[in-house]
């Protein structure tokens, strides 16, 4: 009895901790912001890299760029909600740290830059 009661408990905590990952809103970011991406390269010995590039950076540029390969998580800035590939694929790949290859989902991916 005692164990039922431990995986029980173990998986209401588990459950716990991500159901905010997911019911939380997407940050609203300004002009001096950074977001955390895996940027496509076109290189076949690295395909993607973890960079950090301000949003302006990421909303005129690689959102874009490489055949929208990018991974990109929500944010919204000036008003405008934006995320790229964001997945389950897209999310695991960069909590991973853009290490290896992805290939864009065609479903669920989006591409933002709709006003809110």
Do not use: E, I, W
């Given at each position: 009895m005692r164990q039922v009661k431990l995986v029980v408990a173990g998986t209401?905590?588990?459950?716990?901790?991500?159901?905010?990952?997911?019911?939380?809103a997407p940050p609203t970011l300004t002009a001096g912001d950074h977001v955390t991406i895996?940027?496509?390269?076109?290189?076949?010995?690295?395909?993607y890299v973890r960079i950090s590039p301000s949003v302006a950076g990421?909303?005129?540029?690689?959102?874009?760029?490489?055949?929208?390969?990018?991974?990109?998580?929500?944010?919204?800035?000036?008003?405008?909600?934006y995320s790229q590939n964001w997945t389950s694929d897209g999310q695991a790949f960069l909590a991973g740290g853009c290490v290896g290859t992805f290939t864009p989902g065609s479903g669920g991916s989006g591409s933002g830059g709709g006003p809110l």
């Open positions: 209401a905590m588990l459950v716990g901790m991500a159901v905010p990952a997911f019911a939380s895996c940027h496509a390269t076109g290189s076949a010995k690295h395909p990421v909303v005129n540029g690689h959102l874009k760029h490489q055949d929208h390969r990018d991974v990109v998580p929500p944010f919204v800035y000036a008003g405008n909600l």
